[in-house]
């Protein structure tokens, strides 16, 4: 075993061994921020995956309420994530380099979502959801927006371009769901909701 290797469990073991300092308590809270921003991608992630299961089910006015309701869940968790990140601190660079690396896999799942999406845009349109699918790609995407923006202001400023640049990517990824959306007639959305 390589000496870079035992430091981990000699780190470990002081923790153990001693009541903790200040700097030991500040680094637990620092993993507790970390977890927290991780939590909330985590989970937008799991609820942009139901909309996408919800979305290919669609076969007409039967399924408008699951998609709905996907769609629901999917702002309330971007919108109670914004609140949570807001309340925490910020995160070390290590910390922002895994948080990256989670948008990443994000936008590939959002940009997976829109791609249904725009697959099924003749259902929509057929059965009169066409409008609501598009209002949930207009604020998906103002909150999107706003969560991303949220975590960028935990991150190191030396990973601030960094961050902007995996921001933009999940832009691009929704936007194509609004533009693809965007001749829908806004008769649509009042039809979804009859
Ligand atoms: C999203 O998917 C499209 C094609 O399905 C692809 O051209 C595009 O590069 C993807 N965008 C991102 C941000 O991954």
């Not at 200040?22 to 620092?30: D, I, Q």
């Not at 985590?42 to 942009?48: A, C, I, L, P």
């Given at each position: ?8 469990f ?14 030991e ?7 507790r ?13 799991s609820?942009t ?6 979305i290919?089910?669609?076969?007409g006015?039967?399924?408008?309420a699951?998609?709905?309701n ?6 309330n ?9 807001a ?24 940009n997976?979502s829109v ?6 845009k ?15 790609f ?5 909150a999107?927006?706003t ?5 960028k ?5 030396s990973?601030q ?5 995996k ?6 990824a ?21």
């Amino acid at each position: 075993m390589q000496i870079t290797q035992l430091i981990p469990f000699f780190l470990l073991g002081a923790a153990f061994a001693s009541s903790p300092s200040p700097v030991e308590r500040k680094a637990s809270l620092v993993q507790r921020d970390y977890a927290t921003i991780s939590g909330v991608i985590s989970d937008v992630q799991s609820k942009t995956s139901s909309l996408k299961s919800a979305i290919d089910a669609y076969q007409g006015t039967g399924q408008t309420a699951s998609v709905q309701n996907a769609q629901d869940a999917l702002l309330n968790s971007i919108n109670t994530g914004n609140s949570k990140v807001a309340a925490s601190s910020s995160v070390t660079l290590a910390q922002a380099y895994q948080i990256g690396n989670q948008v990443d896999d994000l936008t590939d799942v959002v940009n997976a979502s829109v791609d249904s999406a725009l697959n099924k845009k003749s259902a929509f349109v057929a059965a009169g959801d066409a409008g609501k699918v598009k209002k949930g790609f207009n604020d998906l995407k103002s909150a999107a927006n706003t969560l991303g923006s949220t975590i960028k202001s935990k991150v190191p400023s030396s990973a601030q371009n960094l961050a902007q640049q995996k921001i933009d990517k999940l832009n691009e990824a929704i936007q194509r769901g609004v533009d693809g959306y965007a001749d829908v007639a806004r008769r649509a959305a009042r039809d979804f909701k009859a």
